[in-house]
């Protein structure tokens, strides 16, 4: 169970929203293993997902949306999803995974060990992804959501979130020297791999991976192959990637980068990009940290230049036992070529039990 207190002040309003944590949501689930004679395993992987109210994502309808508060009717709404459903079978030579699951390149760029990681992390529309950045005048119309100008180019499905998981087959390398290979297929014919690292240097652990997508075209209009927002503007493919290192004394850093190439782009549109910083300290059971992120030109739809800015400060405590309290405040901007817009004030208390 994942839950916040999410406080927003977007220029206009100010309202006060209890919403699931996208960072790590609110799910439970089944996961079982099965030595065979022939030295092979089996295992499978079934997990649900309960997100009432989502703070985050911008195509799930009860995020926070841009009128812009929660209604009871939208909580309600909430029920039971599929996360996982996936079965695998393993040997020396590796693992297959089949099944809706993660792809070579989920989490690519949310690699992260630097601190307060419950709500602070690349995923910026994790939070209040459904708020919508305001024009600066009297009406406060809604320009753009925080979904559609935030993303991490994180996986296949990395607009929004919205294929974290999809159904694919993918493979798994064995483990050498603390590297791994992955590659995946996923039903629409997207086809992604990555290489991913983790282990221990002298005094530092350090823990990183980069992925490539190749999106297939061909299948754009149907929503399971390459994301496409207009007709022109379809994404080709996308290099991702991220690292984190901590010091035994408990300082870490995090840094990760994203771009997408479009094919048949529209005249002035550029190429989708993001970089990620972050500073972290940890001692004991606490944990601190700031990060800074920019998002370039990430809403297809449009030709007007676009740049989004976020910066944050968070702090952790760990009582143990898979409790976790942290608080949050993020200040979000949006540069909109024609249009001046009002920054985003987040505010969140988070409380997370894990067992």
Do not use: C
């Amino acid at each position: 169970m994942n839950k916040s207190v999410l406080v927003y002040d977007d220029g206009r309003d100010t309202e006060v929203n209890f919403v699931d944590n996208d960072k790590s949501s609110t799910r439970f689930g089944l996961r079982g293993s099965q030595a065979l004679s022939n030295g092979l395993t089996a295992s499978v992987l079934l997990e649900a997902e309960v997100q009432s109210n989502q703070g985050a994502s911008n195509d799930i309808a009860q995020r926070v949306a841009p009128n812009q508060a929660s209604t009871p009717a939208a909580i309600a709404a909430a029920g039971i999803t599929e996360r996982h459903t996936r079965v695998g079978l393993a040997g020396n030579w590796g693992a297959v995974f089949v099944g809706r699951t993660g792809t070579a390149t989920d989490g690519i760029t949310e690699i992260d060990i630097a601190g307060a990681d419950d709500v602070l992390g690349s995923g910026v529309d994790r939070f209040g992804g459904g708020l919508s950045f305001r024009q600066n005048n009297i009406a406060g119309t809604p320009v753009r959501t925080v979904g559609e100008v935030f993303d991490n180019l994180d996986g296949i499905g990395s607009r929004s979130h919205a294929g974290d998981r999809v159904q694919s087959i993918r493979y798994d390398s064995p483990i050498f020297n603390g590297f791994q290979a992955r590659i995946a297929t996923a039903q629409g014919g997207d086809i992604d791999a990555a290489v991913l690292y983790s282990g221990k240097i002298d005094a530092f652990e350090v823990r990183g991976g980069v992925g490539y997508v190749a999106f297939n075209n061909g299948n754009a209009s149907t929503g399971g192959g390459a994301v496409t927002n207009v007709t022109n503007d379809i994404l080709d493919h996308q290099w991702a990637g991220s690292v984190s290192v901590k010091h035994d004394s408990g300082i870490g850093g995090t840094f990760a980068y994203g771009q997408q190439s479009l094919d048949r782009k529209s005249a002035g549109n550029d190429d989708p990009s993001f970089y990620y910083v972050k500073l972290g300290y940890t001692w004991d059971a606490f944990e601190v940290a700031a990060d800074y992120s920019h998002h370039s030109d990430m809403f297809i739809a449009t030709t007007v230049d676009h740049d989004a800015t976020a910066w944050g400060l968070a702090g952790q405590y760990n009582m143990g036992n898979g409790v976790s309290l942290a608080a949050l405040y993020r200040h979000l901007d949006l540069d909109l070529t024609g249009t001046s817009t009002d920054a985003i004030h987040l505010y969140a208390l988070n409380l997370r039990v894990k067992f």
